[in-house]
């Protein structure tokens, strides 16, 4: 079945730092794949998406690029702000999983001033 | 419009009371979702509705019972929950059914904070 991995928290960074926050996947066919956000004591958001191969998804300073060949989703953010503190979880969607979202575990950001 | 709206923010029950969360969306989307957060988890999917008609139940206990009375509306009943219960309930709606176009973007509520004594 369709499996997300992505590396396990808590990541701590301070302000203007480079972020990286690895995702790779497993998946039937060729899956559309999602960054969502979730703010301390919110629900989630959509950040950013791809849904092809080679595509580039971007956001608020934040992009990812979907390799098929190496089957990730790497999330990059070049310069970190206090306000980017929150959960961020990779997802993918495809018709393997009957359309459902597949999450992967969530990686806790802190960014200190 | 691009918000779904959940209430209430909190709840708090006992395992014998019988409540309802309630989750509305204006944004004519036909698919919408019920989501389970624990702390520090992923959401888990509990029920999605397409078009008003229940398409996935992941093998809920009967204790949940959702509901869709229009296309904007989704009610998740609670009877006779247990502690292990407590949890995050999130609603979320998607553009198009189920198996349409856009449909792995999510719009979430802020969910309800569902505590079981």
């Known amino acids: 079945g369709d499996s997300v991995t992505q590396m396990e928290g808590p990541v701590t960074l301070s302000e203007e730092a480079f972020l990286t926050i690895n995702c790779t996947y497993t998946?039937?066919?060729?899956?559309?794949l999602f960054w969502y956000v979730q703010y301390p004591g919110e629900g989630l958001q959509l950040l950013l998406k791809?849904?092809?191969?080679?595509d580039k998804g971007s956001n608020k300073g934040f992009e990812a690029t979907y390799r098929k060949e190496t089957t990730s989703f790497h999330l990059e953010k070049g310069s970190v702000q206090v306000s980017d503190s929150a959960v961020y979880f990779c997802a993918l969607r495809s018709g393997g999983s009957n359309y459902k979202l597949t999450f992967g575990k969530g990686t806790l950001l802190t960014v200190n001033p | 419009d691009t918000e779904v709206t959940q209430t209430p923010k909190h709840l708090v029950m006992g395992m014998t009371n019988k409540k309802s969360l309630k989750c509305e969306q204006h944004m004519g989307h036909r698919a919408m979702y019920w989501y389970k957060q624990k702390a520090k988890k992923p959401p888990e999917l509990m029920f999605v509705y397409s078009y008003e008609k229940l398409s996935i139940n992941e093998s809920v206990p009967s204790r949940f019972s959702p509901e869709c009375p229009n296309s904007s509306l989704l009610n998740l009943h609670l009877h006779a929950l247990q502690p292990e219960d407590s949890a995050l309930y999130l609603c979320?709606?998607?553009?198009?059914?189920?198996?349409?176009?856009?449909?792995?973007?999510?719009?979430f509520g802020e969910g309800s904070r569902l505590t079981v004594l």
């Open positions: 979320a709606s998607s553009q198009g059914g189920l198996a349409g176009p856009n449909t792995g973007e999510l719009f």
């Open positions: 791809a849904t092809k191969a080679d």
């Open positions: 998946a039937t066919g060729y899956p559309s």
